[in-house]
């Protein structure tokens, strides 16, 4: 079945998607995610905006060159290309703690007593803010915190360790790592199509800037089906 939104076309049967994909005869559906990604900075930020800076443009979170595959599959600015329409199903928020990699600020670390940072920079990021997906001119996802969006894939660690410590050695041993965990947040039965050319933007925003204590990385995924034009 297919039908309309607030004006935008969503389907529930790829099927019904041939008579969007303009032009193309034949065509193929790849399972996969549109993706991208930014940085969080430590003094945090009002809004990170996703999905503008396609592949070769802007700057990687890490690599500070043109954006690569390690940051984004945008193939256009703001939009799908011609000939290329993507399902989104389900929507996801990946937050990667200190990605300064700083030996002692890392998640699994020994030497000087030390808090668990990136447990602590996770719970900050997610327990507040909000998400904001645009299609044209209309928003049709404004969801908070970011807790509501747990990502599929992600590092999980479960660890007990114990250290004894004196006033010669004082230091520790240290495991922390926190993930949101919870179901993905689908979209179904109301898929959203886009459509080529047409223009959305996923938006991460904060009323009140929400400090980290060290540079981290977050991706936006929009899990779906890719359609194409067959070679």
């Known amino acids: 079945m297919q039908g309309f939104v607030n004006g935008i076309p969503v389907i529930n049967n790829l099927d019904a ?3 969007y994909a303009a032009n193309i005869n034949t065509f193929e559906i790849l399972n996969q995610s549109m993706y991208d990604s930014a940085a969080y900075a430590t003094g945090g930020q009002n809004t990170l ?3 503008q800076v396609p592949l070769g443009a802007g700057a990687g979170v890490i690599s500070g060159a043109g954006k690569t595959y390690e940051d984004t599959n945008m193939q256009a600015a703001g939009a799908m290309p011609n000939m290329q329409a993507f399902v989104v199903t389900s929507v996801e928020v ?3 703690p200190d990605i300064t990699f700083t030996a002692a600020t890392q998640p699994a670390a020994f030497g000087a007593q030390a808090v668990a940072t990136s447990i602590n920079d996770a719970w900050i990021f997610r327990a507040t803010g909000y998400l904001n997906f645009t299609i044209g001119q209309k928003p049709y996802l404004q969801e908070g915190p970011m807790m509501k969006f747990p990502a599929s894939n ?3 660690i479960d660890a007990a360790v114990c250290d004894a410590t004196t006033a010669a050695a004082s230091s520790q041993t240290r495991v922390g790592y926190a993930k949101a965990v919870g179901p993905a947040y689908m979209l179904n ?5 886009l459509i080529p050319m047409q223009n959305f933007v996923v938006t991460l925003n904060w009323a009140t800037a929400q400090a980290i204590t060290t540079k981290a990385r977050v991706f936006v995924r929009l899990m779906g089906q ?5 070679q």
């Open 226 to 230: 890719l359609l194409r034009s067959a």
């Open 94 to 96: 990946e937050f990667q």
């Open 49 to 51: 905006t996703f999905f």
């Open 154 to 156: 992600d590092l999980e």
């Open 189 to 193: 039965p109301n898929n959203l199509l």
């Open 17 to 19: 998607a041939k008579q």
